[in-house]
């Protein structure tokens, strides 16, 4: 019997971790959306390729061609992919789609960087106060 409370106990204080952990991620999520203060920053060999705000109105695509490779992104609301590219390992293309603050696609080969940026942490901050 005791051990079985114990399991219990353990589901219990797991399941309530993952309610919190969720309640808190849908919370900020939101605020991001609401604020509408996602950024993409695309980097190229260390260079500031190209920047905008997420959702773009509508689909666009991004050719990135250098002398390393050539990459092609597919921009949908707020969701970025990575369609092609010429890369040897294909990680960025099999990587799928990103569309939260701090996630990325990095294509090594090719030295290009998809980054998306959010003003998560001074929201928080807010919720604090
Ligand atoms: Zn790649």
């Keep these: 019997m ?3 409370k114990k399991l219990d106990i353990l589901l219990i204080s797991i399941y309530l971790l993952i309610s919190v952990g969720a309640a808190i991620y849908f919370t900020i999520d939101g ?3 609401h604020e509408g203060a996602i950024e993409v920053i695309i980097s190229v060999e260390n260079q500031e390729y190209d920047r905008f705000t997420l959702p773009v109105p509508k689909m666009k695509e991004i050719v990135i061609e250098t002398e390393r490779g ?5 921009v949908e609301g707020d969701h970025i992919d990575m369609l092609a590219s010429d890369c040897n390992d294909q990680i960025c293309v099999h990587q799928g789609e990103i569309s939260t ?5 990095v294509c090594l080969p090719n030295q ?3 980054e998306i940026k959010g003003k998560k942490k001074i929201e928080v901050d ?4």
């Design 2 to 4: 005791k051990n079985i």
């Design 31 to 33: 605020l991001n959306v």
């Design 70 to 74: 050539r990459n092609v992104l597919v």
């Design 101 to 105: 603050p701090n996630e990325m696609i």
């Design 112 to 114: 290009v960087v998809i």
């Design 126 to 129: 807010q919720i604090a106060q």
